[in-house]
Structures are given as structure tokens and as C-alpha cells.
């Protein structure tokens, strides 16, 4: 992500801030223009949700906020701090869509973007009915316990997994929302089978499969994560929110002058997946290592092998028709 400044004094300023902390001004994120200015019209999410996106449109909600359908009861406080944190996570995830250029309809019905923001429910009879976070039909659906810190990071252990976040999520959900409309009977299907696999097979057999046995031994030679093993959607999805990891990575690395000096381009609108991994690849380097000298696991545990690259390759093709200058800055 870029860097931000307050218009009124040029302290620094963060993505998720409503004030400057040195001058005091109300500051607020206008989507077009990927910058901070002084608030005219806040969304109306701003006090439930913490949004300090601003509407220009006459709507009561931002191009962010107005996507969703159903958020948790906020009589309960625990719910609204989850939900907080979720819809910082999903202005972080719209920033990268608005960067590219994706198209983000809004409605009710397909092919609307709708999200669900959802607590476990008990049921009369006492039994738990969970809530799945998945997408089906360009409806995205978040458990909001997912926006505990413990919560999801018991889950992350249980699950074996070594990266699981609130933006992780929902950059993998989004993917499969692209998936049916950049993929799916398109002129892609055969770049996409050749690459990924054939997605006519059995999903829900898929899944049961990889959750019986665990992905197969040497999924680290075809796949980003141990998940993306278990069908080609969902290794499309991680792919997708992968690539959207480096390229947002890339682009504040390099707001902050991290880098290979002389190396630098709009990853948002990079020629090819290449030259982001070769940007990328010292910068996580270097980051895991500042993470371990303060005995911090690895920002970035992953690691890239041929077939992935050609994957994240696919994906930079899908998108790059969307862009045009006027999906914000290159890189400050
Ligand atoms: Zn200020
Ligand atoms: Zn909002
Ligand atoms: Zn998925």
C-alpha cells in the first residue's frame, strides 16, 4: 500500500486512521483519489465499524461498506470489535481491487459482490450451528469469530497452518469471486486447466478428501499452501490472495525505500508476475529476518517454485485488462 500524510500538518498518517495524532484534524480515505483528505461525507459505518472511508456519491455507505448484506448484532460488544476488525481488513482488500481497476458491482443478486458477516448461531436443541466462511455466487460469507485474535489464531495452530489472517481471508474469497467472472467459460479455461487442474472435479469429494488424508506429500512443488492442494478452485483462490500479498507487499516495501535500489515500477501494474517476485523475493528475505531478530515467526512463510510462478503469471494476465491510469498512484 502506499504511504499517507495528513493534509493539514504532513505527519504521517495510517490507512485505518480518523484523525491525525499530532494535529488533531478528522481525517478520512477518499477511494478516488487513494488518499487521505479532510472528511466531508463519512460513511455511515463510520461509528459502528470504526470506517474512516468517505462517500462521494450521495450514498450512505462507501465503496467498501456498501457491499454488505448482513452484519452481526451490535448490541453485543464482542461482535462489533470482530466486525472492526474484519472491515479494516476488507478496505485493505478493496484498495488492491480499486488499484486494479476489478470491477466491484454493487446489488443484491449476482453478479453483485455481497458479503455476510455472520455469528455461530445455538440452535433450541443446544447444538452449535457454525457459520462457513466460503463464497457461492458472489456472496462472500465471514465467521466473525475469525475477527478474534485468539479465536483465529487457535484455529491457525489446529489447522497446521502458518499464515492466516483477516485480509488472508478475504483476499482468498474474493478470488473465487473472480474466478467466476474472469475464468469460468471464458476464453481462459484451458490456460487455467493446464495450470491448475481440471475443476470439474468432485469439490465437496475434494475437500473431504484433503481434510481426511492432508494434502499429498509433495504439494510444495505445485501449490502456495498446503490448502491449494485440495481442489483447483481453491488453489486458484490461494493464488489469488497470494498474489495480491506480494503485490500490496511490494508496493509499501517500496513506499518505505525498501529494495534493490534502481528497481521500481507500480507492481499494481507490473508486466508480468517476474519482476514482482524478483522485487519481492529480497525484500521477504530481509523482513523474515527483522521478524526473527525480534522472535517473531516469519512475516512471510512461503516459498515460490516453478509452477506457482507460472500460477501467479496466470493471474497477472487476468487482471491486467482492468487497469488503467487512472487506478491511482504509482508508487510514492
Ligand atoms: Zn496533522
Ligand atoms: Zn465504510
Ligand atoms: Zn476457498
Same mark, same amino acid.
Given at each position: 500500500?502506499?504511504?499517507?500524510?495528513?493534509?493539514?500538518?504532513?505527519?504521517?498518517? %495510517?490507512?485505518?486512521?480518523?484523525?491525525?495524532? +499530532?494535529?488533531?484534524?478528522?481525517?478520512?480515505? #477518499?477511494?478516488?483519489?487513494?488518499?487521505?483528505?479532510?472528511? +466531508?461525507?463519512?460513511?455511515?459505518?463510520?461509528?459502528?465499524?470504526?470506517?474512516?472511508?468517505?462517500?462521494?456519491?450521495?450514498?450512505?455507505?462507501?465503496?467498501?461498506?456498501?457491499?454488505?448484506?448482513?452484519?452481526?448484532?451490535?448490541?453485543?460488544?464482542?461482535?462489533? @470489535?470482530?466486525?472492526?476488525?474484519?472491515?479494516?481488513?476488507?478496505?485493505?482488500?478493496?484498495?488492491?481491487?480499486?488499484?486494479?481497476?476489478?470491477?466491484?458491482?454493487?446489488?443484491?443478486?449476482?453478479?453483485?459482490?455481497?458479503?455476510?458477516?455472520?455469528?455461530?448461531?445455538?440452535?433450541? /436443541?443446544?447444538?452449535?450451528?457454525?457459520?462457513? @466462511?466460503? %463464497?457461492?455466487?458472489?456472496?462472500?460469507? #465471514?465467521?466473525?469469530?475469525?475477527?478474534?485474535?485468539?479465536?483465529?489464531?487457535?484455529?491457525?495452530?489446529?489447522?497446521?497452518?502458518?499464515?492466516? @489472517?483477516?485480509?488472508?481471508?478475504?483476499?482468498?474469497?474474493?478470488?473465487?469471486?473472480?474466478?467466476?467472472?474472469?475464468?469460468?467459460?471464458?476464453?481462459?479455461? !484451458?490456460?487455467?486447466?493446464?495450470?491448475?487442474?481440471?475443476?470439474?472435479?468432485?469439490?465437496?469429494?475434494? #475437500?473431504?478428501?484433503?481434510?481426511?488424508?492432508?494434502?499429498?506429500?509433495?504439494?510444495?512443488?505445485?501449490?502456495?499452501?498446503?490448502?491449494?492442494?485440495?481442489?483447483?478452485?481453491?488453489?486458484?483462490?490461494?493464488?489469488?490472495?497470494?498474489?495480491?500479498?506480494?503485490?500490496?507487499?511490494?508496493?509499501?516495501?517500496?513506499?518505505? /525505500?525498501?529494495?534493490?535500489?534502481?528497481?521500481?515500477? /507500480?507492481?499494481?501494474?507490473?508486466?508480468?508476475?517476474?519482476?514482482?517476485?524478483?522485487?519481492?523475493?529480497?525484500?521477504?528475505?530481509?523482513?523474515?529476518?527483522?521478524?526473527?531478530?525480534?522472535?517473531?515467526?516469519?512475516?512471510?512463510?512461503?516459498?515460490?517454485?516453478?509452477?506457482?510462478?507460472?500460477?501467479?503469471?496466470?493471474?497477472? !494476465?487476468?487482471?491486467?485488462?482492468?487497469?488503467?491510469?487512472?487506478?491511482?498512484?504509482?508508487?510514492?
Amino acid at each position: 500500500m502506499k504511504r499517507f500524510s495528513c493534509p493539514s500538518c504532513g505527519n504521517e498518517v %495510517h490507512f485505518d486512521n480518523a484523525a491525525c495524532v +499530532v494535529c488533531g484534524s478528522a481525517l478520512g480515505y #477518499l477511494p478516488s483519489a487513494f488518499d487521505m483528505v479532510t472528511p +466531508v461525507h463519512p460513511c455511515a459505518n463510520a461509528e459502528p465499524a470504526g470506517c474512516n472511508w468517505l462517500v462521494e456519491d450521495g450514498e450512505l455507505f462507501c465503496a467498501a461498506c456498501r457491499h454488505n448484506r448482513t452484519v452481526p448484532d451490535l448490541s453485543n460488544d464482542e461482535n462489533r @470489535t470482530r466486525w472492526a476488525a474484519i472491515e479494516l481488513a476488507k478496505r485493505q482488500l478493496f484498495y488492491s481491487l480499486h488499484r486494479w481497476g476489478l470491477p466491484t458491482p454493487v446489488g443484491d443478486a449476482p453478479p453483485a459482490l455481497v458479503f455476510d458477516f455472520l455469528a455461530d448461531e445455538i440452535a433450541k /436443541d443446544g447444538s452449535a450451528k457454525p457459520v462457513l @466462511t466460503g %463464497h457461492a455466487n458472489g456472496l462472500i460469507t #465471514l465467521n466473525i469469530a475469525e475477527g478474534d485474535d485468539a479465536e483465529r489464531e487457535a484455529r491457525r495452530a489446529a489447522m497446521g497452518e502458518p499464515y492466516r @489472517t483477516l485480509v488472508g481471508h478475504l483476499r482468498h474469497e474474493i478470488g473465487h469471486f473472480y474466478w467466476d467472472r474472469l475464468v469460468r467459460d471464458s476464453a481462459q479455461t !484451458d490456460r487455467f486447466r493446464a495450470l491448475f487442474g481440471d475443476e470439474r472435479a468432485d469439490y465437496g469429494e475434494a #475437500l473431504k478428501r484433503h481434510y481426511e488424508n492432508g494434502p499429498p506429500a509433495d504439494w510444495r512443488q505445485n501449490h502456495i499452501t498446503a490448502y491449494a492442494a485440495a481442489h483447483p478452485w481453491e488453489d486458484f483462490a490461494e493464488t489469488w490472495a497470494h498474489w495480491t500479498h506480494m503485490v500490496d507487499g511490494l508496493e509499501t516495501a517500496w513506499a518505505y /525505500d525498501m529494495g534493490q535500489p534502481g528497481v521500481r515500477f /507500480d507492481p499494481y501494474g507490473a508486466p508480468d508476475a517476474q519482476s514482482v517476485i524478483d522485487a519481492w523475493v529480497p525484500v521477504s528475505i530481509a523482513v523474515n529476518a527483522i521478524n526473527r531478530s525480534l522472535g517473531q515467526p516469519d512475516l512471510y512463510p512461503f516459498v515460490l517454485s516453478a509452477p506457482v510462478m507460472d500460477k501467479l503469471d496466470f493471474i497477472r !494476465d487476468l487482471i491486467a485488462p482492468h487497469r488503467s491510469t487512472t487506478n491511482g498512484p504509482t508508487t510514492n
